[in-house]
C-alpha cells in the first residue's frame, strides 16, 4: 500500500502513521480469501462496537476465559455464550402455572421414599412434629413428603436422614 | 319486589391484573433459554422435580432462604442446586434472578455441572447478561 497514494489520510497516532482508506482501497491487492476474512472482521468489528457497554464487557469477559480454558467442553460452551451475546439473542419469558400432580414414574419414586421416611420415622419413635424440628423442616413438608405428594431435593434427604441417624441412600432408591 | 324502587344498584368489579396465584408470595418467570437447555438434559419428570422446587421457593416470603431447596448466592443472582434422586447421577444447577419490586422470580438458564465445585466463569458471565436482558425488557419501570 502506498501512503502517499492521491485520495489517501496519512494520520499520525502516538507516533505511530496509519493510513485511512477507502474500503475499497483497503481491500486491493488482497486475495478473495483475505478479503473475505478481511470483511468478516470488520463486520464482527462493528457488531461489537454496536454493542451496549455493559454487554461489550461480559464478551470481553468470556473471551479472556475462553483463552485460558484448556477445556475442549468448556471452550465449546463459552463460544456459545460469546455467541449468545454477540447476536444478542432475544429474551422471551412465559409465567409458570401454579402446581400439577405428580407425574407417574415421580409418583412411584415420591411414594416409595415417602414410605421410607415414615417407616423410618416411626422407628424412631418421632411424630412428625419432633422429626420436622430435628430436621429443621417444617412439618408440613415432612407430611406432603409422606404423602407422596411432592419430589424431595437432596438437600431435605439429607436432613431427614441425619434426623433419623442413617444414610440418605437408606430414603433414596436408585430409579430404574 | 315491593321494595324494587328502594334498591340502590350494586357495582361489582373485578380487579384485572396480574400477581402470585392463591398461596404463592412471588410469580415465577421462565425464560425460553432456560426451558430449552433444562430440556436438553432432563427427562419430563426431572423437570418437573426442578420446578417443583421453583414453585417452593415462590412459596417462600424469601424465596433465597428455604429450608427445603439449596440456594446461593451468585453475583446479584441466584442459584437452585440439587442432585441424585429422581436426578439420577445428574448434578443440577438453575440460575434466577429476582425483581422485588413487583415480586417475580424468573428462571434464567439450567446446566448439568459435572463436579460439585463452583459455577463456571462462562455460565455465571452468561447468566448475568440474561438477567440484564430480562429486567430490561419486563420490568425496565420498576
Redesign the interface.
Known amino acids: 500500500m502506498n501512503a502517499n497514494r492521491k485520495g489517501s489520510n496519512v494520520i499520525n497516532k502516538g507516533g505511530i502513521k496509519m493510513v485511512a482508506m477507502e474500503p475499497s482501497e483497503a481491500l486491493a491487492g488482497l486475495s478473495e480469501e483475505t478479503q473475505l476474512i478481511v470483511v468478516a472482521l470488520t463486520i464482527m468489528r462493528n457488531r461489537i462496537e454496536a454493542l451496549a457497554p455493559?454487554?461489550r464487557d461480559?464478551l470481553f469477559?468470556?473471551i479472556v476465559?475462553?483463552g485460558k480454558t484448556e477445556d475442549a467442553e468448556?471452550q465449546k460452551?463459552?463460544h456459545r455464550?460469546m455467541i449468545?451475546?454477540l447476536s444478542q439473542?432475544k429474551?422471551?419469558?412465559?409465567?409458570?402455572?401454579?402446581?400439577?400432580h405428580?407425574?407417574e414414574?415421580?409418583k412411584g419414586?415420591a411414594t416409595h421414599?415417602g414410605n421410607k421416611i415414615r417407616a423410618l420415622r416411626e422407628l424412631a419413635g418421632l411424630t412428625q412434629v419432633e422429626l420436622s424440628t430435628l430436621a429443621?423442616?417444617?412439618q408440613s413438608?415432612i407430611s406432603r413428603l409422606e404423602n407422596a405428594e411432592?419430589?424431595?431435593?437432596?438437600?431435605?434427604?439429607a436432613?431427614i436422614a441425619k434426623a433419623l441417624n442413617v444414610e440418605?441412600r437408606d430414603l433414596?432408591p436408585?430409579?430404574d | 319486589m315491593a321494595d324494587e324502587h328502594l334498591r340502590k344498584p350494586v357495582k361489582v368489579g373485578v380487579r384485572v391484573g396480574g400477581g402470585p396465584?392463591p398461596?404463592?408470595q412471588w410469580?415465577?418467570?421462565?425464560?425460553?433459554?432456560s426451558h430449552s437447555e433444562a430440556m436438553s438434559f432432563l427427562d419430563?419428570?426431572q423437570y418437573?422435580?426442578i420446578?417443583?422446587?421453583?414453585?417452593?421457593l415462590a412459596m417462600e416470603v424469601e424465596p433465597t432462604i428455604c429450608?427445603?431447596?439449596?440456594v446461593r448466592p451468585i453475583e446479584d443472582f441466584y442459584e437452585l442446586?440439587?442432585?441424585?434422586?429422581?436426578?439420577?447421577k445428574l448434578n443440577v444447577r438453575s440460575f434466577f434472578c429476582m425483581c422485588r419490586a413487583c415480586r417475580t422470580m424468573?428462571a434464567l438458564g439450567t446446566i448439568n455441572k459435572k463436579n460439585d465445585g463452583k459455577t463456571?466463569?462462562?455460565?455465571r458471565?452468561?447468566m448475568?447478561?440474561?438477567k440484564?436482558?430480562?429486567m430490561e425488557?419486563?420490568h425496565s419501570e420498576c
Open positions: 455493559a454487554d461480559d469477559e468470556l476465559v475462553w468448556e460452551n463459552t455464550a449468545e451475546i439473542a429474551v422471551s419469558a412465559k409465567k409458570q402455572p401454579g402446581p400439577s405428580l407425574r414414574r415421580s419414586w421414599v429443621g423442616l417444617p413438608h411432592h419430589t424431595a431435593t437432596h438437600i431435605t434427604l436432613k440418605v433414596d436408585v430409579l | 396465584p398461596g404463592y410469580d415465577l418467570d421462565l425464560l425460553d433459554q419430563e419428570d418437573d422435580h420446578a417443583r422446587q421453583y414453585r417452593e429450608t427445603t431447596v439449596d442446586r440439587d442432585k441424585g434422586g429422581i436426578l439420577k424468573a463456571p466463569d462462562h455460565v458471565i452468561l448475568r447478561f440474561r440484564r436482558k430480562y425488557l419486563y
